[in-house]
């Protein structure tokens, strides 16, 4: 809580947190715009497959071309200036790098980076959840046997959520629910980079004007980004994941503690200690009154009298036994934040959340009749989806993780809705991020 006092004193002192990013996207870039407007903490490096693209990026959000000028990261580091390079092993081996933010949006390139941050002893903010989706338990486990910290980033929903179910178990209470909010309607999980525009209400054109990547923004609607957000919630919150998967049930941020309750009270969850995403959208369409679409959610339970009496004399909103309350944030920031996870390890050398269970998994899962020889196109495609799944229940069916079913070929056909195993389909199992899966699998059965 005194992380932006530390850093100043820190700085002060000249002892300057040096960060390394791979991949400067979307999120990257808010957190290049921000960075250079804390003390302590100096971005001196920057690796992409497209160096240009990246300097392009820094240029738009408002950097002048001589704070990325720096011909090497030692100069950069010497002269609080920022060095672009292709060369990821390079920023990551770098004596002048003590942080690493991989946003590179693959598993399979963001898994061997962890790896070379624990050879290096480089603390990595995974802001690729996809990859700590597919492996995370087990990244976080060699990170700390390399004494270094394993980070999700802050900013997106998965350490937001942490937060809150942090602050609810140290406050003594019971957390029955946690996740976000998002759009949601039946029908989503079958939603292609063809037609997510015309469900986003953005025409094509405009969509392309604006850059926007049709298969990301189809990660997000077709359910597959909240099954991933979800697993990173349950392993690193030890949340459990319902037999049944998210449900997407509409709720507004004023119901929270009536809906997100158990059946058994009255509710509609499953179990208690459930992570799920809430719908901001009603099955027939109509927009969900004070809708959490943007945020993310706790709810806990009193177990005293006392504190039931607590809950109602200072306001909190209760189901109608008054025994369960709910706390929210309306919306999440995204690269604008992730310095907060940067400063934590810093300063304080945590994480603002990292695996500590292998609850939940995320298994592809077929969006239409699929054929022998067709070619999985992984996140936000055509072919496949993301479910959420008990880690227990994707271990003993064989499931593959959806983050590693980018450009897989099928060998049997799979039926609309059903989930996609190892014996499905042909995969290259020299690759360091299924090898580090596979690894992960055999050391949990």
Not at 1 to 6: Q, R
Not at 48 to 67: C, F, V
Request: proline residues 4%.
């Amino acid at each position: 809580m005194n992380a932006f006092s530390l850093l100043k004193k820190r700085a002060a002192e000249g002892t300057i947190c040096r960060v390394g990013v791979i991949g400067l996207g979307k999120f990257a870039a808010m957190f290049a715009s921000r960075v250079r407007n804390i003390p302590g903490i100096q971005m001196v490096g920057v690796a992409d497959i497209a160096p240009q693209k990246a300097r392009e990026s820094l240029t738009r959000i408002g950097w002048t071309p001589e704070l990325y000028a720096a011909s090497s990261l030692e100069e950069a580091a010497k002269k609080g200036i920022t060095h672009i390079t292709e060369d990821t092993h390079k920023l990551i081996a770098s004596p002048f790098i003590d942080v690493i933010v991989d946003s590179t949006g693959s598993p399979e390139a963001a898994i061997p980076n962890v790896l070379a941050c624990c050879e290096h002893k480089k603390h990595i903010v995974m802001v690729t959840v996809e990859a700590d989706a597919v492996a995370g338990p087990l990244l976080a486990k060699k990170a700390k046997e390399a004494g270094i910290v394993y980070s999700l980033a802050y900013g997106d929903q998965p350490a937001e959520i942490h937060e809150l179910v942090n602050w609810a178990r140290t406050s003594g209470f019971e957390v029955v629910a946690a996740g976000k909010g998002t759009k949601y309607l039946p029908g989503y999980h079958q939603s292609t980079p063809d037609t997510v525009w015309e469900y986003y209400g953005i025409t094509p054109e405009n969509a392309k004007r604006g850059g926007m990547n049709p298969k990301m923004f189809n990660s997000f609607l077709d359910g597959t980004k909240s099954a991933i957000e979800m697993a990173s919630v349950a392993n690193a919150c030890e949340l459990q994941c319902s037999p049944a998967g998210l449900t997407f049930m509409p709720c507004g941020a004023g119901d929270l503690q009536n809906i997100l309750i158990p059946k058994s009270d009255g509710g509609l969850l499953d179990i208690s200690g459930q992570v799920e995403v809430i719908s901001s959208e009603e099955p027939d369409g109509r927009h969900v009154f004070h809708d959490l679409r943007f945020g993310v959610y706790v709810v806990f339970k009193a177990d005293t009298a006392y504190t039931k009496n607590c809950f109602k004399e200072y306001g909190l909103p209760t189901d109608k036994t008054g025994t369960y309350s709910a706390l929210y944030r309306a919306n999440h920031l995204i690269g604008l934040e992730l310095s907060i996870s940067i400063a934590q390890i810093a300063v304080y050398g945590e994480a603002t959340g990292a695996p500590v269970a292998f609850n939940g998994d995320v298994v592809a899962t077929a969006k239409k009749d699929l054929a022998a020889g067709d070619i999985l196109d992984g996140e936000g495609g055509y072919t496949v989806y993301g479910k959420l799944m008990r880690a227990q229940d994707s271990l003993s069916i064989g499931g593959i993780p959806l983050g590693l079913c980018n450009d897989v070929k099928l060998i049997r056909p799979i039926k609309a809705g059903k989930q996609v195993t190892w014996d499905d389909v042909t995969i290259d199992m020299s690759k360091t991020a299924v090898k580090i899966r596979k690894e992960m699998e055999n050391l949990s059965s």
